[in-house]
T-cell receptor
Framework: NAGVTQTPKFRVLKTGQSMTLLCAQDMNHEYMYWYRQDPGMGLRLIHYSVGEGTTAKGEVPDGYNVSRLKKQNFLLGLESAAPSQTSVYFC?????????????????FGPGTRLLVL | EDQVTQSPEALRLQEGESSSLNCSYTVSGLRGLFWYRQDPGKGPEFLFTLYSAGEEKEKERLKATLTKKESFLHITAPKPEDSATYLCAAVIYNQGGKLIFGQGTELSVKP
């Protein structure tokens, strides 16, 4: 199993350009998440999905859109990139425990995408 | 407001010098407390999950504990390969499994 993979690994954009980050997981997980990590700010949730066809906003959703057309894929889109979106983006996935609702399955993270917006 | 705070921000140890990292949390309803390790240029790697006060988990030189207000990651006789950033995160009930992360503690272990 590859686990969680992200493409691309690194990208440079000019202000106003658009791009899509792809996250794929082969663990049959229901839940998927997109985070950004900035120095001094920690990991912050952008958007998440609790199943195919469903998405929800996280802590910092502005300027981003997402889609979950297939269970194994979660796409993060930047329609008009801004320098403030320079960051490292991480995707994660998890499977909610169907037996005990009081426990939460581990989130597994991808290797990250480094984005520089000039 | 739900919040997770880690201290110290950075910790330098000599090889073999034991210490502890702190993670304090103020959340509306804790469902679980996670510890991750992150190496430079890589994604967070899962270490432990703690679900209730008094719970402890161990892995090699690491031991995580949980109280009603904070969690500790104890490092016993660390080695240089333990150098990394350690992240803690809280998951809250009825929030779709979202993790609220602390800012991390950067650990450096010198030989």
């Amino acid at each position: 199993n590859a686990g969680v993979t992200q493409t691309p690994k690194f990208r440079v954009l000019k202000t106003g350009q658009s791009m899509t980050l792809l996250c794929a997981q082969d663990m049959n997980h229901e839940y998927m998440y997109w985070y950004r990590q900035d120095p001094g700010m920690g990991l912050r949730l952008i958007h998440y999905s609790v199943g195919e066809g469903t998405t929800a906003k996280g802590e910092v959703p502005d300027g981003y859109n997402v889609s979950r057309l297939k269970k194994q894929n979660f796409l993060l889109g930047l329609e008009s990139a801004a320098p403030s979106q320079t960051s490292v983006y991480f995707c994660a996935s998890s499977y909610p425990n169907p037996v005990n609702a009081a426990t939460q399955e581990t989130q597994y993270f991808g290797p990250g995408t480094r984005l520089l917006v000039l | 407001e739900d919040q997770v705070t880690q201290s110290p921000e950075a910790l330098r140890l000599q090889e073999g010098e034991s210490s502890s990292l702190n993670c304090s949390y103020t959340v509306s309803g804790l469902r679980g407390l996670f510890w991750y390790r992150q190496d430079p240029g890589k994604g967070p790697e899962f270490l432990f999950t703690l679900y209730s006060a008094g719970e402890e988990k161990e892995k090699e030189r690491l031991k995580a504990t949980l109280t009603k207000k904070e969690s500790f990651l104890h490092i016993t006789a660390p080695k240089p390969e333990d150098s990394a950033t350690y992240l803690c995160a809280a998951v809250i009930y009825n929030q779709g499994g979202k993790l609220i992360f602390g800012q991390g503690t950067e650990l450096s272990v010198k030989p």
